[in-house]
């Protein structure tokens, strides 16, 4: 499973695509998106709670931070180039 790496690098950016990426795999779309665009946030929580704790939360509250992440995405895809 891809969190061996996020535990040995949790800031590598790359480690939390590859686990969105396997949560799409298994049919996890709105935990695999909350992950792709918010692992910053979910990197950032690692300083206070386990990253198991961390991803149970997410899977708790998939739904909900599946739609952020998507709001969050369509309104970084509408915005212009500087």
Known sequence: MPT???RESPGDRAGWLAL????A???RDDEAVAVR????TLRD????ASLDDTLADVARNAGV????????QRQADETPPV
């Not at 969105?20 to 949560?23: F, Q, S």
């Not at 665009?37 to 910053?40: G, I, K, P, S, T």
Request: aromatic fraction near 8%; hydrophobic fraction near 45%.
């Open 20 to 23: 969105a990426d396997w949560l």
């Open 65 to 72: 931070l599946g739609a952020i992440a998507r709001e969050k």
């Open 4 to 6: 061996d790496r996020i």
């Open 45 to 48: 929580n690692l300083s206070c």
């Open 37 to 40: 665009v918010l692992w910053r």
């Open 25 to 27: 795999e298994q049919g």
